[in-house]
């Protein structure tokens, strides 16, 4: 969605500019992702004089010099760590690239696509500011730190989505019953990230920039429709590849270190999210991937104890591509090489995960009493948002207060909700989200830990507790 969202600013930004420009968006499935030799003889055949990528094209040497070959010229604009060799383009912008002096290197892909419009069309222009709402849907998303720069472009960005002048967001924001006045960051990762997303993991993405740059309100309402149902077809496909990756990787295993699933019938566009609820629900690397006639793609998920990516590079000899960070990373074997990667990865994990106590650890900010809790507490939270990912919110930690009710909601009871009360008989209510299952043996004192927000029903707001854990009072260690 990153490229997506950078595709539509772009696309505006050169509009305004009276430039003859066109979006164009690779399709996964029959493409792939990013820069691809026959992407690029169809644009020129079209008679397309320059290219300019968004997220893509630091790693394309090949087609970069393809792109020379056939005489189109090529600007690559990318946030991607670049390999040993840069692409022959005609011009190369990356914050990532070695000697490169922006002092902010945790740019999105829509966050360099901002620069460059920044650059066009200077600094002070209204019209820019319209463009940041694309740049605060396309960081979020693309789980790039909420610090720096990119904290700043959100926390403007959010503000002029809550101000809407895009047709494609009212209407999304609309159908997924959201009030688009008070989106936050949770939500563009949640409600809208994922919707904008649905389209390119089913079949193309181009649903998702026709939504983003329409002006035509039927045409907006139509694609937001299309969207949505497209998100729930993808969640029902990413819970069946789940379901079907867990019962492919844990087969004669006993105790795996890194989960590994491959099958002809996942779909390349949900893998990505299978592999991240395995690594979720085991704790442990995870890599599912589909497998094609020649190739098999695979899309990994890791934990912070293992660099998944390093464990790709020394497996580099074995894999057509491979790229990534510390905690997700893609790669293309050719099937012929796939017994012998899975053997080598489980035995790189295994030599580095075995006899570690590996469990997720949750860590606290401050211990607080619940009759410290207020609105002038969360007043003074606000300050740090946008919140997400590098930035998380604040953590708390009472301990000792009395659950004075406690029942389930949601479907099947997945939830868990408290009324909290501490000696002063100050009481909160708390929202355990799927801890539904702790409901039958609560104990009737608990510690526990989360964050707080405000919770708004029925148009009325109050103050809950976002529960990240419980326990029984005393059985947590202070540290
Ligand atoms: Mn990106």
Do not use: W
């Not at 993991?201 to 045409?219: F, G, I, K, Y």
């Not at 907006?220 to 990756?245: P, S």
């Amino acid at each position: 969605m990153d490229g997506v969202t950078a595709t539509a600013l772009l696309l505006q930004a050169l509009q305004q500019l009276h430039a003859n420009v066109r979006g164009y968006i690779p399709n996964r499935f029959d493409e792939g992702y990013g820069l691809n030799n026959d992407a690029l003889d169809h644009l020129k055949s079209d008679g397309v004089k320059l290219v300019i990528t968004v997220d893509c094209g630091i790693r394309s040497p090949n087609e970069a010099q393809h792109a020379r070959d056939i005489g189109l010229d090529l600007v690559i604009s990318d946030h991607h760590h670049p390999g040993d060799e840069l692409p022959p383009a005609f011009a190369i912008i990356n914050p990532k690239q070695s000697g490169d002096i922006y002092a902010d290197k945790d740019l999105a892909g829509v966050g360099v696509a901002y620069k460059i419009a920044e650059a066009l069309i200077g600094s002070g222009d209204l019209s820019l500011i319209d463009l940041l709402d694309l740049v605060a849907l396309g960081t979020v998303a693309d789980l790039v730190p909420l610090i720096g720069e990119n904290r700043v472009l959100v926390r403007r960005g959010l503000k002029q989505i809550r101000e809407t002048k895009r047709q494609g967001l009212y209407s999304l924001a609309n159908i997924a019953e959201m009030s688009i006045g008070k989106t936050t960051a949770d939500q563009i990762g949640f409600i809208l990230g994922p919707r904008l997303n649905a389209a390119g993991r089913l079949e193309s993405a181009l649903a998702a920039l026709d939504l983003l740059t329409t002006n035509d309100v039927m045409l907006a309402g139509q694609l937001a429709q299309q969207l949505d149902v497209q998100n729930r077809q993808r969640q029902v496909l990413t819970r069946t590849t789940q379901e079907k990756a867990e019962s492919l990787a844990m087969a004669g295993e006993s105790n795996p270190f890194l989960l590994f699933a491959v099958d002809e019938e996942f779909n390349p566009g949900v893998v990505g999210l299978a592999a991240s609820r395995l690594t979720e629900t085991h704790y442990c690397p995870s890599v599912v991937a589909a497998k094609g006639a020649e190739e098999t793609r695979g899309s990994c998920r890791s934990i912070p104890e293992f660099h998944i990516t390093d464990a790709l590079d020394q497996c580099a000899d074995l894999l057509v591509r491979h790229g990534g960070h510390a905690a997700a990373a893609g790669f293309t074997v050719r099937n012929e090489k796939l017994p012998e990667l899975v053997s080598r990865l489980k035995s790189i994990a295994e030599a580095q995960l075995s006899g570690k106590d590996l469990r997720p650890t949750v860590t606290a900010d401050m211990e607080v009493s619940l009759s410290q809790l207020n609105f002038d507490l969360l007043k003074h939270l606000s300050y740090f948002e946008p919140t997400g990912y590098g930035n998380p919110s604040a953590i708390f930690v009472s301990r000792n207060v009395k659950v004075k009710s406690a029942r389930t909601v949601g479907a099947e009871g997945k939830h868990l909700k408290l009324t909290l009360e501490d000696e002063h008989s100050a009481a909160y209510g708390a929202i355990g989200f799927r801890m539904g299952s702790l409901q039958a043996d609560l104990p009737s004192r608990v510690d526990v830990m989360y964050s707080f927000e405000a919770n708004e029903y029925n148009g009325r707001t109050s103050l809950q507790l976002n529960l990240k854990d419980v326990k029984a009072a005393g059985s947590v260690n202070t540290q």
